[in-house]
């Protein structure tokens, strides 16, 4: 070897970590239309499943994504044991906070949830049952979604917890055809965001 030459050393390449949802379908996910909302809920309502119908009604209302819905407290959304009629978050990544109606049966599915958990104004609105985890993961999210859509016959790979951030925004544009109220249910910053989200829901924008 000659002299000052430094032989570079060969680093093992380190193991790729396979992605939680490799193999799942990329791209839009559909909206619920009101018949399928309806069917989920009455079997939610008839299994007695309290975290997963507050967190189905929560979800649709917020129109969140999925990192912000699971990352719900208490506090979030509720003053007490009372449940507010409007609540008001920021969602991550964004400096700008939304605010979304909680509906009469979303109030009273969180009610009984929180009330059956025992849950305090501090703690995680859904938390999660692994010690690893404060509150659901998204994966956990996307399982118990899954487990919804194919119990009323649907194709997961073609609804996920995506779908339900979407459902309140298509169900105000198909009765509205107002993008401006869609755009600040979903929080975007324009509008044109909004056009590219509703994708094939909108038909003449």
């Given at each position: 070897m000659a002299k000052g030459k430094v032989l570079a050393r060969k680093r093992k390449p380190s193991p790729r970590r396979t992605p939680w949802?490799?193999?799942?379908?990329?791209?839009q996910?559909?909206?619920?239309?009101?018949?399928?909302?309806?069917?989920?809920?009455?079997?939610?309502?008839?299994?007695?499943?309290?975290?997963?119908?507050a967190l189905f009604h929560l979800a649709i209302d917020s129109g969140l994504n999925a990192c912000?819905?699971?990352?719900?407290?208490?506090?979030?959304?509720?003053?007490?044991h009372r449940i507010l009629t409007r609540a008001?978050?920021?969602?991550?990544?964004?400096q700008s906070p939304i605010q979304f109606e909680i509906t009469e049966q979303t109030r009273e599915a969180v009610a009984k949830w929180m009330n059956q958990a025992k849950l305090k104004p501090k703690d995680f609105l859904f938390p999660s049952r692994l010690r690893q985890s404060p509150?659901?993961?998204?994966?956990?999210?996307?399982?118990i979604v899954d487990?919804?859509?194919q119990e009323i016959g649907l194709d997961p790979a073609a609804y996920g917890t995506q779908t339900l951030r979407r459902t309140k925004a298509s169900l105000i544009y198909r009765r509205t055809k107002n993008l401006f109220a869609v755009q600040l249910?979903?929080?975007?910053?324009?509008?044109?965001?909004?056009?590219?989200?509703?994708?094939t829901e909108i038909d003449d924008a």
């Open positions: 949802n490799k193999g799942t379908q990329v791209g996910k559909l909206p619920l239309r009101p018949g399928q909302i309806r069917s989920i809920r009455s079997r939610l309502k008839s299994a007695q499943k309290m975290r997963d119908l912000d819905t699971i990352g719900l407290r208490v506090r979030d959304i509720a003053r007490g008001t978050v920021t969602p991550r990544g964004s509150h659901l993961s998204l994966r956990q999210y996307a399982r487990g919804w859509v249910l979903l929080g975007h910053t324009k509008l044109e965001s909004t056009v590219r989200y509703l994708g």
